[in-house]
């Protein structure tokens, strides 16, 4: 294996790990409010009305976004997020390989 495939590999295998810091900013578009990502993250997110959803494999998290958002910063595998700086509680599931998931609120 040479140091770019190593160094790949391990970028690629922590990429969805602890060290993953999600983030990025609200802004206003003529069709609605729209959440721009600012990090590098393989995490997935969708916006859901008044909430942001982050997914990956296994896991997925909801985040509550009040009206006003204008940041939002969640360190993947964390209790809480925060948006605007305050700090807000969220849901978090497993995804079960049958499709079906589990909730968890913290």
């Keep these: 294996m040479t140091t770019v495939e190593a160094f790949t590999w391990l970028v690629l295998a922590f990429a969805d790990g602890p060290d993953c810091l999600i983030q990025g900013s609200f802004h206003w578009l003529p069709e609605g409010r729209v ?5 590098g993250c393989t995490i997935r997110s969708q916006q859901e009305g008044t909430q942001m959803l982050f997914w990956s494999n296994d896991k997925w998290v909801l985040v509550p976004v009040p009206n006003g958002a204008r940041s939002l910063t969640y360190r993947w595998g964390r209790s809480v997020a925060f948006v605007n700086g305050d700090r807000v509680r969220i849901q978090t599931g497993i995804v079960v390989p049958s499709g079906q998931e589990t909730q968890e609120e913290r």
């Design 35 to 39: 959440f721009v990502r600012e990090d």
